[in-house]
């Protein structure tokens, strides 16, 4: 079963809630930054740049395209684990079950952490003015 | 023009979210080529070229962006005006350059909305006295950010907030179920961007604010100002900021000027008949909210 067909076929993964910003201006320079949901947060990096942000306590799995091909990610029971990784040692993999810190797998350039730091009570998503 | 866009979407797929963004980004891009006031080749300058000689057939945006900025012409009793441009064109704010009294009258005589004949039927557009100007600067973004938005749906994306400079529409809720939280900038004299007066929790709602400090110049102690009324060709005096919450952007970045020209006393009346919400900062730094949103607005810090 492709990746994407589990991902559209588990239940769990459609409960998850993929956030992504978009940041560009119209004068050509672009970026990207990633907006934070409630919670604690599993921040998902590709190349230095935010592409997904997921609540650490909801249930799924997601995968980023990185130079080698697909890393998958899967967050389970508030740990998050790097399921799959198309690197040749897998150091990222047998890293296992995370509930604290990050997971890096550097061949790919992904960077996985748990952001407990930040809550968006407050968070302002856009100002006026 | 150098406008900051930011799009936020929520989307179960990276890839959905990827293309809706970009999708919607370059729908920006193209109405932002079409209304440039300084772009020869944009479609706003071929209306220009061809004022008090012929109508101009336009592209359905630039057609729709007029016949609404002509509305709110006639719902702010012509204090937001799309043909200030012979006027607004006087004023460098770079340069801090103010232009004379007798050259203000002189073009003050060019700007009238009621000159801009809209023709939806034949998709042409005719300013109607050589030597007028449109300048689409006080509605192209709110517009822009209301076709974003409706691009982002029909890709099949539920919730999300685009932002054109501070021209803001929101839709459905973030993932945490609640909506999209904006910050309105302090107006204070001497504030900086990050600034937060109050904060606002907005869904399928659109905000735009209008301030005096967004361009501006200072000269013999009195700050110049890029709101000009169309009445007396001088920046209004009024306001500090206006902010504006309708469902459409194209309004909320229009009525956000009109209000602010007309000052807070007639602006909460236009305001109040449009039905629209909106907070207005006055010159003092008295805030006045409309009833609608009372209690929903909070301040972070005591206006004034």
Redesign the interface.
């Given at each position: 079963m492709s990746l994407r067909k589990l991902?559209h076929s588990t239940t769990i993964?459609?409960k998850?809630?993929?956030?992504?910003?978009?940041?560009?201006?119209?004068?050509g320079i672009f970026l990207i930054k990633a907006?934070v949901?409630?919670?604690h947060t599993v921040v998902i990096e590709l190349d230095n740049k935010p592409?997904?942000l997921l609540?650490l306590d909801k249930d799924g799995i997601?995968s980023?395209d990185g130079p080698l091909g697909k890393t998958t990610v899967e967050i389970k029971d508030n740990s998050v684990r790097i399921q799959d990784s198309p690197c040749r040692n897998k150091l990222c993999v047998r890293q296992g079950w995370i509930k604290t810190g990050a997971l890096v797998c550097l061949p790919n350039r992904v960077v996985v952490t748990i952001d407990r730091g930040r809550e968006?009570g407050?968070?302002?998503?856009?100002?006026?003015? | 023009m150098d406008t900051l866009v930011t799009i936020t979407v929520v989307s179960r797929s990276q890839e959905k979210a990827d293309r809706a963004m970009n999708t919607a980004f370059s729908e920006i891009e193209q109405i932002a080529k079409l209304s440039d006031f300084y772009s020869p080749e944009s479609e706003i300058s071929m209306i220009n070229r061809k004022s008090g000689i012929s109508g101009v057939t336009v592209s359905p945006d630039v057609l729709e962006m007029l016949s609404k900025a002509r509305y709110v012409s006639e719902n702010t009793g012509g204090a937001f005006d799309i043909t200030i441009g012979p006027v607004m064109s006087l004023y460098d704010f770079h340069k801090g350059i103010k232009p004379d009294a007798s050259k203000i009258r002189e073009n003050l005589h060019f700007v009238n909305y009621r000159n801009l004949s809209v023709d939806r039927n034949n998709s042409t557009v005719f300013l109607k006295e050589k030597g007028m100007l449109v300048d689409p600067g006080g509605i192209t973004k709110g517009y822009a950010a209301d076709k974003a938005v409706e691009i982002l749906k029909q890709q099949g994306i539920h919730a999300g907030l685009v932002a054109v400079a501070g021209d803001i529409k929101a839709f459905g809720l973030k993932p945490d179920g609640k909506p999209w939280t904006i910050g309105i900038r302090n107006p204070a004299p001497g504030n900086s961007e990050d600034d937060i007066i109050a904060t606002i929790g907005l869904s399928d709602m659109a905000i735009s604010t209008s301030g005096d400090y967004e361009r501006f110049f200072i000269l013999d102690g009195k700050k110049y100002h890029h709101l000009i009324d169309p009445k007396t060709g001088y920046p209004a005096s009024g306001c500090r900021s206006v902010s504006v919450i309708a469902k459409k952007g194209v309004f909320t970045d229009s009525f956000a000027t009109g209000v602010f020209i007309l000052g807070p006393e007639k602006g909460m009346k236009v305001l109040d008949k449009m039905g629209f919400e909106g907070v207005i900062i006055d010159s003092t730094g008295k805030a006045q909210i409309t009833p609608g949103i009372r209690g929903k607005v909070e301040f972070k810090k005591t206006p004034a």
């Open positions: 991902l993964a459609d998850v809630l993929f956030s992504l910003l978009l940041l560009l201006s119209l004068s907006f949901p409630e919670g592409v997904y609540p997601v980023v968006t407050n968070t302002i998503d856009a100002v006026t003015g | -």
